[in-house]
């Protein structure tokens, strides 16, 4: 039983004997994911993944989604300009700080007004995003390009969007800390009358399709880098 199950069935006990009082700030927290709270497995595959050249991108400003660009041009670099095969390039996006909340749908952008508390702007309006501007990509959910070649910008190779980049096999992760933090952030900004953990789970049940969620985004890149061998790059 992980311990986020045993303090909700506690909890629940209690309230049916009357005496659970109102909750204070911070009840059913859980700050620190222990091995059971996640997918650990599916992490291990993404440390171990076979592949000649494996690099991580530790993003932590949004930076108006430029880094997206820098995955696309390693790909591209890697595939076209030194000839790897696409099945020997293996690239992981740690989202962390600000960015961590790019792996969330638009459902969560609108209803925290995510734009306007990170100052992020939906370049379609000019005006705070109230959905997420870097997932969706131009092509359309199906992603169908009017072109092959990878010096045009009707071609996938040139589509920067979060939803292009992991069909090109780029894997995104979320940082289970800065979720917490950050509905933490939420509830003052917002002045929101909901508990900073039913945010969190608002928050992980609109994560973005594919994303995979990490207990600390931190020492999820050591492990990268110490057991996977992947590059490390900062942006």
Known sequence: MSRRTFVTTAAAGISAL??????????????????SDWKVSDFDKVVKAPARVKQVYDVI??????????????LNGLHFGFGVPVDQIKI??????????LNYDDYIWNKY???AWLKVTDPATGEPAVKNPFYAS???????????DPDSHDSIYQDTSIQ?????????????????EQARA??????LTEQPEQIVKDMLAHTIPDVLVVASMVAA?????????YTYITV
């Open 18 to 35: 009357g005496t659970l009082g109102a909750m204070t700030p911070g009840a059913d927290a859980q700050l620190v994911y222990t091995t």
């Open 61 to 74: 400003p949004i930076g108006e989604g430029k880094f997206l660009n820098n995955i696309k041009n390693s």
């Open 92 to 101: 992981v996006a740690a989202l962390h700080g600000p960015t961590n909340m």
């Open 113 to 115: 007004k995510i734009g």
């Open 138 to 148: 131009k092509a359309g959910p199906e992603l169908h390009y009017s072109s092959q």
């Open 164 to 180: 292009a980049l992991q069909h090109r096999g780029v894997k995104f992760l979320s940082c289970h800390t800065a979720t917490e």
């Open 186 to 191: 939420l509830v003052k900004h917002n002045n």
């Open 221 to 229: 890149i050591a492990l990268l880098q110490a057991e996977g061998r």
